[in-house]
């Protein structure tokens, strides 16, 4: 598997951001769910990796690791902080979501399986992306 991240992970990288793109459009523009702010600034920081991640796959262009890279780190921490909102009541009372949808409000209900919710499918795919970035950086350092 490294072996294959090493040679594969910007391809790997754009597909998943493809993927969460998709999903993210899927639930908001099919199903009607009404991103919140937090969503939002998810968006912000997945939807420019689907281009700069296509391009850079395209060309094998390991360059652009060091510019993408953050993104998916700022982008995860959001996320994460916005799955922390959800299960744990005390820290949406800290900074609240004033306009529009409330950003601790679960469109899955309790979650697949109890924990599943949209913030937590952003944070698996920002994290993905970073390790597959941080694997395919390896070979250009090793190179």
């Known amino acids: 598997m490294r072996a294959f991240l090493r040679d594969y992970g910007i391809y790997s990288a754009w597909l998943v951001a493809l993927v969460a793109t998709a999903g993210s459009l899927y639930l908001s523009e099919v199903l009607h769910y009404e991103p919140c702010r937090l969503c939002w600034f998810q968006r912000i920081f997945m939807y420019p990796q689907v281009i700069l991640l296509g391009i850079a796959a395209y060309k094998n262009d390991r360059h652009?690791?060091?510019?993408?890279?953050?993104?998916?780190?700022?982008?995860?921490?959001?996320?994460?902080?916005?799955?922390?909102?959800?299960?744990?009541?005390?820290?949406?009372?800290?900074?609240?979501c004033k306009v529009g949808v409330p950003c601790n409000v679960d469109y899955l209900g309790q979650g697949w399986l109890g924990f599943i919710t949209i913030p937590f499918m952003a944070l698996v795919a920002f994290v993905l992306i970073a390790l597959c970035l941080t694997a395919a950086r390896r070979k250009r350092d090793d190179a």
């Open 64 to 96: 652009i690791i060091p510019y993408v890279l953050p993104l998916s780190i700022v982008g995860g921490s959001i996320s994460l902080y916005h799955y922390g909102e959800q299960k744990i009541p005390a820290l949406s009372k800290l900074l609240p």
